[in-house]
């Protein structure tokens, strides 16, 4: 005998509930072992070239990964006695905390400055301590705004804000060391204001953010579509069904996640909001079920009835939707590839749950209850099943009409897109009202930039960076860069030089430039080196004077800033050949990399999902000219949505990057659920039209009408048309497909709530192609049918 996984359920109902929860008890257990990874890049693999190559270049030039930037403005001027005892204490405060590379820590009281008397070279802290008198604090003046070194790096041109640059040791969290020290400066009291920025900051507080929000939303989009499911269905234990089985899902998938050593990163903290979304396909099953039950009475045989309906259709689903997210394994993006593969295993569960948990499920419910929430669940008397049958009738009977304006459309659509910009800024995820943005924004106002990015200018052999020509070729490359709107700041070994030159001949502005010969450079860096910090020296240039490092910042962590800092370079090298290499690195270029490898994979990804869904299609429907119909709508609403992110001048970022590929696996459900069911229905009508037919054949071969009509003429005319197929259709199997709509739209509703903004632009997303998806399934199929109604119905019929 043949298996019947439904058939088991309904005959051992409880053997199926107690072996879901063993298992989901299982997976629980696994749980306690969660890991976070909030680190950007991580986003691509250990050895992809621009991580071995970062990595290489901080060990190099003994680099922090991050660094956090403690900003402090006074609207009057930073350069007073009480502003300055409060940088000295603040700076003390933050050199004492734990996670912080003190030693490498740049502000006021740590960073070197060069001068020198009677010919020695002096080398030393620019403020060991606060200022006592006001002499003093002129003192200050004179030496910051005497050193191009310290303007728009710790200083601003107008004195009004100035900098702490705190690097953290390996491992740090950024978050964390970013509230401690807002702690520290909450405790001065005065007329400054304080601000905390830096990617670390954005990056870990983001993390943390990411986490409460799932662990916010989770709850209450359950809450929704609880709610909502109750009101469809006035079914407790259906409604009651629906969510277990999401949550059983979600269970099983982040367990399976943890088990296997995965980090939880922004990607799979959506899993649970995406996995009870995907759960609502089983909508389809408990709206046939009441409209078999209210048709026959009978509950095993409405159980039977119902899976023997759906259950192509949602299987397919299922497939169309594991295969959309199964194709982000081959994205180059490792949170992507692990998203990717929990979402399709989550929905391999749904639908495993949908034929074994909900069929056990609705033996329990009461027969009395059933009949009284049943009751409602008919075609003419619905109100909401009358105005889809007219939608689908409106695009069935003026089809040449609706596809008109839906090509309009299609033209607004594709201009809009051409105007999407890609664009990967990971202090742009938080709203602009918020304290990362605020901070970020006043920072990059005022200084350098917090945007931090580097040039590695490699020669052709040892010490080949201590010749006055490949000096002066940094020194004009930073000029160069420096006239760029996104570079506020450059700084390399050639300033270091300059500097020495300048203050070792009494401050004459004509030795503000690189010494004629190789020795002399040597000498000034030889003496630096002896008294200042191991870091100033180290960081700017190799230990054989074969590489020189760059510092470039800018005022933006938009990737196209970085891309302008290379076109800039490689202009300069071009009208200034000189035997060495510049090749970018640092968190900037890291992300203008990333950036170009989330379009890459919008293009892989979106090409292989168009490719699998359409197989998916054709073996779903066994034709090749069904499924391009079921293609239509499908494309039509990613590309509406994609022209409004394009009129919008929304960024295309990752997230969203990765929603549109993910939206043809889910946006397809509709299409697969309404030509299925149509078909079913013609199969259905064509059969009982033969029956009668038939037997109108037997009773009256010899009989003729006056007008000369045949019988079977007669019975013809009354037989379901093409248009009454296709508003059936939209009627009830189209009333689980807007219920479904509604309730995945529900569910990432409140994503749209949340500040921060990779969270509200895949909710509208999500949202709007469900709801668009499922309007465009109802009145642009019925269109399409008919237009091609020759080539797709079988028998030819026309009318």
Do not use: C
């Not at 409060?86 to 740590?110: E, K, Q």
């Not at 689903?317 to 959309?324: D, Q, R, W």
């Not at 499920?361 to 009751?375: C, I, Y």
């Not at 000029?479 to 401050?507: C, M, Q, W």
Request: glycine share 6%.
């Amino acid at each position: 005998m043949k298996f019947s996984l439904v058939e088991f359920s309904i005959a051992r109902p409880k053997w199926v509930l107690f072996g879901t929860l063993l298992l989901t008890l299982l997976f629980l257990t696994q749980f306690p072992k969660i890991r976070t990874d909030t680190n950007p890049k991580h986003m691509l693999p250990e050895n992809s070239d621009v991580r071995v190559w970062n990595d290489k270049v901080d060990k190099t030039f003994a680099l922090y990964e991050d660094t956090i930037v403690v900003g402090i403005e006074n609207a009057a001027g930073v350069l007073n006695l009480e502003t300055l005892g409060r940088i000295s204490r603040i700076s003390d405060a933050v050199l004492a905390l734990d996670g912080v590379a003190s030693r490498d820590v740049n502000g006021f009281t740590t960073i070197t400055n060069v001068t020198a008397a009677d010919g020695t070279l002096n080398v030393g802290p620019l403020m060991p301590a606060a200022p006592k008198t006001e002499a003093e604090v002129e003192a200050l003046r004179k030496a910051l705004f005497g050193n191009p070194l310290f303007i728009d790096r710790v200083i601003s041109k107008d004195g009004k804000t100035t900098a702490i640059y705190v690097p953290l040791e390996k491992g740090a969290n950024g978050a964390e060391i970013a509230d401690r020290i807002r702690e520290i400066v909450a405790k001065e009291k005065g007329p400054e204001r304080y601000y905390v920025a830096g990617d670390p900051v954005a990056r870990d507080t983001f993390g943390a953010e990411m986490f409460k929000l799932m662990a916010l939303f989770s709850p209450i989009a359950g809450m929704i579509m609880f709610a909502a499911i109750q009101l469809m269905f006035r079914n407790l234990a259906l409604s009651a069904a629906m969510m277990a089985v999401s949550m059983v899902a979600i269970i099983w998938s982040i367990g399976l996640l943890i088990g296997a050593g995965f980090p939880v990163h922004i990607m799979s903290s959506m899993a649970p909001v995406f996995l009870m979304a995907i759960a609502t396909d089983s909508i389809h099953i408990f709206n046939e079920f009441y409209f078999r039950y209210r048709e026959g009475g009978d509950k095993l045989a409405a159980i039977r009835q119902t899976m023997a309906t759906v259950s192509r259709p949602v299987r397919f689903t299922a497939l169309a939707t594991a295969a959309g997210f199964a194709v982000l394994l081959f994205m180059n993006i490792v949170p992507v590839q692990v998203f990717g593969g929990l979402i399709a295993f989550g929905t391999v569960v749904l639908r495993l749950l949908s034929f074994s948990f909900i069929p056990a499920v609705l033996t329990f419910v009461k027969e009395d209850k059933l009949r009284k929430a049943a009751g409602g669940e008919d075609v003419k008397a619905d109100p909401l099943a009358r105005t889809l049958g007219r939608i689908a009738s409106l695009g069935a009977n003026k089809p040449a009409a609706t596809l008109a304006v839906m090509l309009a459309l299609a033209a607004v659509s594709v201009w809009g897109t051409s105007t999407i910009h890609i664009n990967n800024n990971l202090v742009a995820w938080f709203k602009p009202g918020s304290e990362i943005r605020i901070a970020d924004s006043a920072m990059n106002q005022a200084l350098g930039g917090t945007a931090l990015g580097y040039l590695v200018v490699s020669g052709t052999e040892e010490e080949f960076i201590k010749r006055p020509e490949a000096m002066r070729w940094l020194e004009g490359l930073q000029h160069h860069l420096e006239k760029l709107p996104v570079v506020g700041k450059t700084f390399s070994v050639a300033d270091y030089v300059k500097r020495i030159n300048l203050v070792l001949h009494d401050n004459d502005p004509k030795f503000d430039v690189i010494p004629d010969t190789k020795d002399t450079v040597g000498q000034y860096l030889f003496l630096f080196s002896m008294s200042a910090k191991p870091a100033d020296l180290n960081n700017v240039v190799d230990p054989a004077f074969r590489q020189a490092n760059l510092w470039v910042q800018m005022k933006t962590w938009d990737a196209d800033a970085m891309r302008q800092v290379i076109a800039a370079k490689d202009l300069y090298q071009k009208a200034n050949p000189l035997p060495v290499k510049a090749e970018p690195a640092g968190i900037a270029w890291f992300n203008l990399v990333w950036n170009d490898e989330v379009l890459g994979d919008l293009v892989l990804g979106f090409s292989l999902a168009l490719v699998v869904v359409l197989l998916i299609l054709a073996l779903d429907f066994r034709s090749l000219k069904w499924a391009l119909i079921a293609y239509v709508p499908l494309l039509l609403t990613i590309l509406m949505i994609y022209g409004v992110v394009g009129f919008v001048g929304k960024d295309f970022d990752m997230p969203l990057s990765v929603m549109s590929t993910l939206s043809l696996g889910m946006a397809v459900d509709f299409a697969i659920h309404f030509v299925s069911r149509f078909r079913q229905r013609r199969a259905e009508v064509g059969a009982d039209e033969a029956t009668a037919l038939q037997g109108g054949r037997a009773k009256n071969a010899l009989l003729a009408v006056a007008d000369g009509e045949t019988a079977n003429s007669r019975l013809a005319a009354n037989m379901e048309t093409p248009q009454e197929s296709l508003a059936w259709t939209a009627a009830r199997p189209g009333k689980g497909i807007v219920r479904n709509a509604l309730l995945f739209a529900a569910a990432f509703s409140v994503m749209m709530a949340a500040p921060l903004t990779p969270y509200v632009a895949v909710g509208a997303f999500i949202v709007s192609m469900m709801l668009i998806s499922a309007l465009l399934t109802l009145l642009l199929l019925p269109a399409l049918i008919m237009l091609g109604r020759r080539w797709l119905l079988d028998n030819g019929e026309t009318t």
